[in-house]
């Protein structure tokens, strides 16, 4: 997936002259073909995060649409008075390309784990989130900046996903029934796909897009279910849990919404698999089937 993204970085910068690609050290033997075809658009910062947003504020200063690629983590942990500086109170058209969510690196330990990060950034105004859930996602979401103009931070997932097809903002996969509603985004949208795929009563809710919704066309297809749970690998008092049971009470929708997520907590195991995480927290396919039963 982080090669769908960078491909439609390079793409963009043939036809977009003011685009410009930073990185913080991150991308070897991925973004190099950037830095060979626009040698005078791509800045390596080295391993400073921080810099890479105010390199980043200062090319948004003279015109140009910087796009500032790193660790998700350190993206929006280590920079986080930048963005909220640069980004939220100056308004400059950063995009954010986070490389890794939710456990994808759980061998390096939790300084490296990707739960809370966009959670952290609905706190500051006017930025997308995005979250590819599939291959055509990912090729598709630099064209959607472009088209939106504003703004944004993409959390790429590692791995490379075909389902689901459709690369919309919001992509409803019904099922047979209208008994259980899995609503999921990323990679762990997989893990749903995959019991749905088990049990075709099951009907999957995947987001691409995190930031805006439509909450009127969400509202819609939660109303319409017995069950709802939200499947996610970062923490729910800041994910898109918290996003819809605010939606439901603003808009006076009578539906419980249940979570199915990480607790809040930061687990120090080292050496251990993204799967250790899925099986201990009950976000694998065994997990989920034992939750909606």
């Given at each position: 997936m982080r090669g769908k993204v960078i491909d439609a970085v390079l793409e963009s910068m043939a036809t977009n002259p003011d685009t410009f690609f930073l990185t913080a050290d991150m991308g070897i033997n991925l973004v190099e073909k950037i830095q060979e075809a626009y040698p005078d658009r791509f800045c390596n910062v080295g391993i400073a995060e921080q810099n890479l947003i105010g390199v980043s504020a200062g090319l948004a200063n003279l015109g140009y649409r910087p796009f500032a690629y790193t660790i998700s983590n350190f993206n929006v942990h280590r920079c986080y008075e930048q963005i909220r500086n640069e980004i939220g109170i100056n308004g400059h058209p950063i995009v954010l390309l986070g490389t890794s969510t939710g456990y994808d690196n759980a061998p390096l330990g939790p300084t490296h784990h990707i739960i809370d990060d966009w959670g952290a950034l609905r706190n500051i105004p006017g930025i997308d989130i995005y979250c590819p859930s599939s291959v055509n996602a990912a090729t598709e979401v630099v064209p959607k900046i472009?088209?939106?103009?504003?703004?944004?931070?993409?959390?790429?997932?590692?791995?490379?996903?075909?389902?689901?097809?459709?690369?919309?903002?919001?992509?409803?996969?019904?099922?047979?029934?209208?008994?259980?509603?899995?609503?999921?985004?990323?990679?762990?949208?997989?893990?749903?796909?995959?019991?749905?795929?088990?049990?075709?009563?099951?009907?999957?809710?995947?987001?691409?897009?995190?930031?805006?919704?439509?909450?009127?066309?969400?509202?819609?297809?939660?109303?319409?279910?017995?069950?709802?749970?939200?499947?996610?690998?970062?923490?729910?008092?800041?994910?898109?849990?918290?996003?819809?049971?605010?939606?439901?009470?603003?808009?006076?929708?009578?539906?419980?919404?249940?979570?199915?997520?990480?607790?809040?907590?930061?687990?120090?195991?080292?050496?251990?698999?993204?799967?250790?995480?899925?099986?201990?927290?009950?976000?694998?396919?065994?997990?989920?089937?034992?939750?909606?039963?």
């Open positions: 472009f088209s939106r103009g504003r703004p944004a931070y993409v959390r790429i997932p590692k791995g490379g996903f075909e389902k689901p097809e459709s690369s919309d903002d919001m992509v409803l996969l019904t099922g047979e029934g209208k008994g259980v509603l899995l609503i999921s985004y990323g990679s762990i949208a997989q893990n749903c796909l995959a019991v749905q795929e088990a049990d075709s009563s099951v009907s999957v809710l995947v987001f691409n897009c995190l930031r805006p919704i439509d909450e009127e066309a969400v509202g819609k297809v939660i109303s319409g279910y017995d069950k709802v749970f939200v499947v996610e690998d970062h923490f729910p008092e800041t994910g898109l849990y918290s996003v819809l049971c605010e939606l439901v009470v603003k808009n006076g929708i009578l539906k419980k919404i249940t979570s199915i997520a990480p607790p809040p907590v930061y687990d120090l195991e080292v050496g251990v698999t993204p799967g250790f995480y899925q099986r201990k927290f009950g976000l694998d396919v065994p997990g989920i089937q034992k939750a909606i039963l």
